[in-house]
């Protein structure tokens, strides 16, 4: 089955610098790579997601670059704020898991002023 | 709309004794999840529906691990006996492939202590 790996497992930087999360996975069949953020006491919440067929996807501050041949896949977040501190999720699904989503272990990403 | 709603929240319960969880999915979404969330194997798919038939359950851990969806807008999960390595946040998600979409909804999860 996919096996998603994750790295760093935990992230700190200060307010206003960037922030890099990796992954890798393994099936080549998957096709939709999405990113999760989950706060504190709450389920995860999608904050972008990539298909197979686009190599960039951007939305404000959260960008997130997909390489194929390789089987990995990034999220970028620039201009971080506290409030971007949390748990961060890849998944990749597509491939032999169907809708299903495998995760990666989670990145904790703290943002200090 | 309300989002998925999961009840209840939080469950303390002896080691032996029978644990339903519950989750209502968001209204007109066709598939729905069962994962489970701990610190030493992160976040796993327990089993999926769609259209209220089980679809895939190979992560459901043993026999002791039961699921249903009797209809479009409710679903259990069962642990008949609970046992202490059973605690875990559990979440419930949903999703429809209507359009472009596959973002799942998660739930707020419910937090299960078997002591």
């Known amino acids: 089955g996919e096996n998603v790996e994750q790295h760093p497992s935990t992230l700190s930087v200060q307010e206003g610098d960037s922030a890099v999360i990796k992954c890798t996975y393994s099936?080549?069949?998957?096709?939709?790579f999405p990113w999760y953020k989950q706060e504190l006491g709450k389920g995860p919440q999608l904050i972008i997601d990539?298909?197979?067929?686009?190599g960039e996807k951007k939305d404000q501050r959260i960008a997130v670059t997909l390489n194929k041949t390789a089987k990995h896949f990034s999220l970028h977040i620039t201009e971080t704020q506290p409030e971007d501190s949390a748990v961060y999720f890849c998944?990749?699904?597509?491939?032999?898991?169907?809708?299903?989503?495998?995760f990666g272990k989670g990145t904790s990403l703290l943002v200090t002023p | 709309d309300a989002g998925v709603i999961q009840s209840p929240r939080h469950e303390v319960t002896e080691m032996g004794q029978e644990v339903t969880l519950r989750c209502k999915p968001i209204?007109?979404?066709?598939?729905l999840f069962w994962y489970r969330q701990t610190m030493m194997r992160g976040l796993e798919l327990l089993i999926y529906?769609?259209?209220?038939?089980?679809?895939?359950d190979s992560g459901m851990p043993e026999d002791r691990f039961s699921a249903k969806m009797p209809n479009a807008s409710f679903s259990t999960l069962k642990i008949q006996p609970s046992e202490p390595r059973d605690s875990a946040v559990y979440f419930c998600?949903?999703?429809?492939?209507?359009?472009?979409?596959?973002?799942?909804?998660f739930g707020p999860g419910t937090r299960l202590t078997v002591l």
């Open positions: 990539i298909r197979s067929n686009v």
């Open positions: 998944a990749a699904s597509g491939g032999d898991s169907g809708y299903a989503l495998n």
């Open positions: 529906f769609n259209n209220n038939v089980p679809i895939d």
């Open positions: 209204s007109g979404h066709d598939y």
């Open positions: 998600a949903s999703s429809t492939l209507a359009g472009l979409g596959n973002e799942q909804f």
């Open positions: 099936d080549s069949a998957s096709n939709y």
